[in-house]
């Protein structure tokens, strides 16, 4: 792009950012971050696998000292140092906690050492970021900057490099070395990558060495539409996020920059710092969990309109070539969004993939057969198929009696797959009710998991047996884990009792079948 087109795009006037579109609330917001890019669904409970990160917490304060918003940090320097280094490396660690105004982890000798490798020379872009970062970290130990006459010459060659990220690493080593810096270059074609959709993930630093080396130019012009890729790309990516606000703060446009700041979700925020961007990807098992409860959820229906249930077929088509556990959660999801199939053909895709799994035997004589029973069973209610209730070993059922919660909810999965195909083993049905009321009653409500809690409680509804918890604490426990929960979902449930934990598509498909059959 040429530079007079970038100086247009950079230009004074800022007109004011349109009104935001009304935001979806309730089960419609929920939706809105539980789909992939490629319209597939994920569940809420994936958040579960996020962990706290040290660089995304470096980032966002840089990015908040930017806006002049209050920081917040979970360690010291020395403390987030070493974690930070996992995320990174020891250089580049040192480096960020001291550009984020920490005092350096490490002191002038192992600072030093770093800097003693430009005697060999600056060969590329790799050890220039190296030498870049060590200069800044010598900038607040104390540590000189001398650059022999090969480490000047190679940094001069990488001057004309055309990434103006490149260009400001040069420029601000050779500056806290004492040397004179050459003027920077015009823009190139750098810019070009944002239109054209290619290296979103760099633009942002692309764009922040650019306005370093600029100074002069004017505040940039508010338009959202055309920073849409990298508004997008900051959604996700801290690199992408953190640069793009304090190049727009640097540039002297609030309007950008507090839009940009805008990408960082809060609900990030947790007690031992900030948890690593979430970046996840739906499968057509959580595509068809998801679904499954949008058809039951009070304001479920109403959100499966025509134009999103394409997007979802078309997303969801392909795989289904994969396997027969792809066929046949694809089956589903079809059969819930109203494609067009017969009762024969949605019945062989569960017969194939009984057959596949050794499950389709009169009677089932492994754990692993029961579990893939489970599972069928749970795909042909959905697909209106029915199936026949096999006999199971005693041998094969041993697992789901164990302890562990796992196994526990295994076998009220079990009970309630038995009773949807009308099973009329009454010694087992009553076996694993007995089981499921036992487990019930063994641990305080706060204490106990909502797959569970609510999977057992609404098995021994259905086989109108006594329930070890009362209806109506059972019905207030439903209403007192729905929302806020890790990821700041509002209208699922909660694994557990405390507010804050991570909420689970299928306990709150179980907690409204459950609501559904007490009432």
Known sequence: MPLGTLLLLLGSCTPAAPEPAARPTGLAADLDNLRSPDNLLFPPELWSA?????LSEVLHNLARQATGDPTSWS????????????????????ALLVEAGLESPVDARTVTGWLSAADRGVPGRDAL???????????????????????????????????????????????????????????????????????????ARELYGWVA?????????????????????????????????????RAG??????????????????????????????SLGST????????????????????WSSKVLAATGPLTGRDISHRLAGAAIGHLLGTQSTPQQRAAVVAEFLKEAEADAPTLTTPEAVMAWISAAEHADVLDVPLRSPEITPAALTALFAPQDDNRYAAARLLLALQGTGSTDNHLLD?????????????PLD?????????????????????????AELLAEIDGRRGDCLGGFHAFVREWGAAGSVCNVEATRYATQLKEELS
């Not at 996020?50 to 040290?54: E, Y």
């Not at 020395?78 to 490396?89: D, I, Q, S, V």
């Not at 507090?258 to 690593?276: H, K, P, W």
């Not at 204490?447 to 209806?471: C, H, I, K, T, Y």
């Open 288 to 307: 068809f969990r998801m679904i499954r409860y949008l058809r039951i959820a009070p304001e479920g229906p109403g959100l499966i309109d025509p134009q």
């Open 129 to 203: 970021e190296r030498l870049w970062q060590a200069t800044t970290v010598a900038t607040q130990t104390g540590n000189p900057v001398r650059l022999g006459e090969t480490a000047r010459a190679d940094l001069l060659k990488l001057h004309d490099d055309p990434s103006p990220w490149v260009q400001m690493q040069v420029v601000e080593v050779l500056t806290r070395a004492g040397h004179e810096t050459p003027a920077p270059s015009a823009a190139g074609t750098w810019l070009a990558s944002l239109e054209e959709g290619t290296d979103i993930a760099l633009l």
């Open 253 to 282: 446009n609030p309007a950008l920059t507090r839009l940009f700041a805008d990408q960082f979700d809060e609900e990030r925020l947790v007690a031992g710092g900030i948890l690593e961007a979430p970046v996840f990807a739906g």
């Open 75 to 94: 360690k010291t320097a020395k403390g987030l140092h070493p974690a930070l280094t996992e995320e990174t490396n020891e250089v580049a660690a040192a």
């Open 213 to 249: 080396l600029h100074p002069g130019v004017p505040g940039m012009s508010t338009d959202p539409g055309y920073w849409r890729p990298l508004l997008d790309r900051a959604a996700f990516d801290d690199y992408t996020y953190s640069y793009a606000v304090r190049a727009f703060a």
């Open 431 to 443: 076996r694993l009710a007995a089981h499921m009321a036992r487990t019930l009653g063994d641990r």
């Open 447 to 471: 204490q106990m998991n909502s797959l569970l809690l609510f999977a057992g409680s609404l098995g021994l509804a259905r086989a109108s047996l006594d329930l070890p918890v009362g209806e």
């Open 50 to 54: 996020l962990t706290p990160s040290a």
